[in-house]
């Protein structure tokens, strides 16, 4: 398994913010977030992690942490939103992880429990 350094996670990961700007202390949050889905499936292409303020629910202001992983096969997508923005990408990293692992014991179960196939027609002779 090759090591996650700054500069892997810099090459895989896009970060957003619509309608505000990112401080740098939530680019390091969300960059050391990063480093944990990267350490469980270092397959992962690309991560995009959009973080909205969201002014048109409610009077307060409200964030919504999107998060996009591009992966071989289905690309995982999450939303998230609450009253602080740090804590809704604690929550979208929660989630992604949980996604992440959900996807792995899939395929591992596919993979050591294969099932038969029944087709309706019987195959050609092959000459």
Do not use: Q, W
Not at 98 to 117: F, I, N, Q, T, W
């Amino acid at each position: 398994m090759p090591h996650i350094t700054p500069e892997v996670i810099g090459a895989k990961l896009i970060l957003r913010g619509i309608h505000l700007n990112l401080t740098d202390a939530m680019k390091v949050a969300i960059h050391d977030k990063t480093a944990r889905l990267l350490r469980h499936e270092p397959r992962i292409d690309r991560i995009r992690i959009d973080v909205e303020l969201d002014k048109t629910k409610h009077a307060i202001t409200h964030f919504v942490a999107k998060g996009h992983i591009e992966i071989g096969g289905p690309d995982l997508i999450a939303s998230v939103d609450s009253d602080d923005a740090y804590k809704s990408v604690d929550l979208l990293m929660d989630k992604l992880d949980g996604l992440l692992r959900k996807r792995h014991s899939e395929h591992k179960e596919k993979r050591h429990h294969p099932h038969a196939v029944e087709l309706d027609t019987s195959l050609p002779k092959v000459i």
